[in-house]
C-alpha cells in the first residue's frame, strides 16, 4: 500500500469524537496525530486519544480494567490489557465524568483502536463497556506548508 501522499488528511475528520453507549456508561474518543512527536521518516507515528467516560445510568459503577485491541497499517496487531486507566480505577457515580489522555506509537501512519472497559457495580456484578473503533491517520504537511511559519 505504501505512504499516503504528503499533505492528504485521507478523508478523516482529524477533530471527530467517536462515542458509544453500554450498560448506561458513554465512551467518548477524540484522537489526534502528534507530529512534533512522530518520526515518520523512521515509521513512528504518535497518536494520542482523549478518552471521556460518562455514567448515564441509575447506578454507580467502579472502572476495573482495559482492553485495547490496537491495528498498525505497518503491519502489527497489538492487545493491551491492564487495570484501570492510566494509574487510576474511578468510580463514576450516576451523572458523573471521569477523562483521561494517553497516547500510542505505530509504524504505519493510519491505523485503528478499539476495545473495552470493565466496569463492576455496586452488588458485585460486571459488564463489558464497549470503546468505539476509532480511526488513526497521519496528517503529513505538504512542502508549502512546512516551510511557513
Excluded at 489526534?32 to 447506578?59: C, I, K, W
Amino acid at each position: 500500500m505504501g505512504r499516503p501522499p504528503k499533505g492528504s488528511l485521507q478523508g478523516i475528520d482529524h477533530h471527530m469524537t467517536y462515542q458509544e453507549r453500554t450498560e448506561g456508561i458513554l465512551v467518548r474518543v477524540r484522537p489526534a496525530f502528534s507530529l512534533a512527536d512522530s518520526s515518520p521518516q523512521e515509521g513512528r507515528f504518535v497518536f494520542t486519544y482523549h478518552v471521556e467516560m460518562e455514567n448515564q445510568g441509575a447506578e454507580a459503577a467502579k472502572l476495573l480494567f482495559r482492553h485495547w485491541r490496537i491495528h498498525d497499517s505497518g503491519g502489527e496487531e497489538q492487545e493491551v490489557h491492564g487495570e484501570g486507566v492510566v494509574g487510576q480505577q474511578p468510580l463514576l457515580a450516576p451523572g458523573k465524568t471521569h477523562e483521561y489522555k494517553s497516547y500510542c506509537v505505530l509504524k504505519g501512519p493510519t491505523g485503528h483502536m478499539e476495545g473495552h472497559y470493565t466496569f463492576e457495580r455496586s452488588d458485585g456484578s460486571r459488564f463489558r463497556a464497549r470503546i468505539p473503533r476509532f480511526s488513526l491517520a497521519a496528517y503529513l504537511p505538504g512542502p508549502e506548508e512546512a516551510t511557513m511559519n
